[in-house]
């Protein structure tokens, strides 16, 4: 007989909400008064993908300080391994104690595979408080009842709008919901015989392509891609299909032809479509105020909330969350340990160590007030307060085929809004692709 999955809420009250208190072993003298020899030091690995120096060197600090907490322990840092390679140390029984995944798609495919070691009973045992999360954080970790990660760095979607250009064009504030958007796209948008020079707003330019955006805009419209509670796909959900007409009213407006000619001559850092003015505002995640800093120091920009449906105020301030995760794959022969560091790594400075290298946010709430971190840019410290009233939820949801969504998706967006099939066809499509792979996956997690 195959257990119900738990729902959220449940997980999260049975694993208990009671702080967690640390212990740490004291050393025996090898001369001491028992006269018996000191304990061996465990050691044990750490593995994470960044090769970028700066995020290397931080993750590297960090290890350091535990070790030094921990005098009987030493975690030692692995870089630039993929999660492939994860992966397959898993199957072959010789993983890390402790590895980085991203939540939805890696995760919970790691988890659907059996590579990943289920932390409930670490979190009923030592009292853990999940409530100290972001809980769209924990919700990304959670796979048919079963918690197998904790948040390492969170991310999320605001929206960028440039100040001057603004004030030349005689507007006072941002847009407040998705039709304000529409119109003032229009009036302060620029186009030629030889095509557009400016767009005001496009949306899905913030994102790494339609497919990765659609969720938000399905979720302003009052829709969602996934239901947990009957963990069921409903990607063609009339609220979704609501959101997705509205997108395809949006870029035939424009003309999706048109569209794709002004968004192939975009480019990145420096040549960023933003900070060059082709874009007036648009939706994008914290990680643009860093890159701000690095290739445009001088612009005059600000951020502001993500505009909602006009029916539907109740998403005001509402984003997604991306991010990262400390997971224990299964096999591994210090998990105790691996459990110790996990949660380590979301006190003292070690989120705010993280934050500041990787460019994202700690995902434990009480870290969002830090002065370390309000302090590096004011619309970094927005980002942070958004993240503490805001309307959240995750970007993907944890099923065994999420890696599959964001190109599925994609392909009916891109079919719908350049008119080559309906909206309603282009939902049922990609219902059904994801129907047919998560039945696959169902079937294989049955096969001994």
């Known amino acids: ?3 119900l999955p738990l729902s959220r809420r449940t997980v999260i009250k049975s694993l208990g909400s ?11 003298a090898s001369c001491g008064l028992t006269g018996r020899p000191a304990a061996a030091k465990v ?13 290397i060197t931080a993750v590297a600090g960090a290890c350091d300080q535990y070790n030094a907490q921990h005098p009987d322990q030493e975690v030692i840092p692995r870089w630039g391994i993929p999660a492939t390679r994860g992966l397959l140390a898993a199957a072959g029984g010789q993983p890390p104690a402790v590895f980085t995944l991203y939540p939805g798609g890696t995760l919970s495919a790691w988890a659907s595979n059996g590579a990943l070691r289920g932390l409930n009973e670490y979190v009923k045992a030592s009292h853990y408080d999940l409530n100290r999360f972001v809980q769209s954080q924990i919700v990304h970790a959670i796979f048919q009842g079963q918690l197998y990660a904790l948040p390492l760095g969170m991310g999320a979607y605001m929206l960028y709008y440039n100040r001057k250009i603004f004030a030349e064009e005689g507007i006072a504030s941002p847009p407040q919901t998705l039709q304000e958007a529409f119109d003032l796209s229009n009036k302060i948008s620029k186009k030629s015989t030889a ?7 496009l949306p899905f330019s913030g994102f790494a392509g339609n497919g990765s955006g659609f969720g938000l805009y399905a979720y302003l419209f009052g829709g969602k891609l996934w239901s947990g509670k009957r963990q069921q796909f409903t990607i063609d959900a009339p609220q979704n299909l609501v959101a997705l007409k509205w997108l395809q009213e949006y870029y035939q407006h424009y003309g999706a032809t048109s569209v794709d000619e002004f968004t192939a001559g975009f480019g990145s850092q420096a040549q960023d479509p933003f900070f060059a003015g082709k874009l007036v505002f648009e939706i994008n995640g914290q990680w643009e105020v860093f890159n701000a800093h690095n290739f445009k120091p001088n612009l005059d920009y600000d951020v502001a909330p993500i505009p909602y449906d006009e029916q539907h105020p109740e998403f005001k301030n509402s984003t997604q969350t991306r991010g990262n995760s400390l997971v224990l794959p299964k096999g591994s022969m210090h998990p105790e340990h691996g459990w110790s560091f996990i949660t380590w790594m979301q006190t003292g400075d070690a989120p705010v160590i993280m ?3 990787v460019n994202n946010m700690p995902a434990v709430k009480s870290y969002l007030t830090n002065k370390q971190l309000t302090s590096i840019d004011p619309r970094y410290a927005h980002f942070l307060e958004y993240l503490r009233s805001g309307n959240i939820q995750p970007q993907w949801p944890a099923t065994p085929v999420t890696s599959l969504l964001a190109n599925t998706l994609q392909t009916g967006v891109d079919a719908a809004t350049h008119g080559s099939e309906t909206a309603p066809a282009a939902l049922a499509h990609a219902q059904s692709v994801m129907e047919q792979n998560l039945a696959q996956a169902q079937l294989r997690q049955r096969q001994p």
């Open 355 to 357: 934050a500041r290298a």
């Open 43 to 55: 050691k044990f690995e750490y593995w994470h993908s960044w090769s970028n120096p700066p995020i």
């Open 18 to 28: 009671a702080s967690l208190s640390f212990t740490v072993a004291s050393i025996l």
């Open 195 to 201: 095509g557009y020079s400016r767009i005001g707003f």
């Open 1 to 3: 007989m195959v257990a």
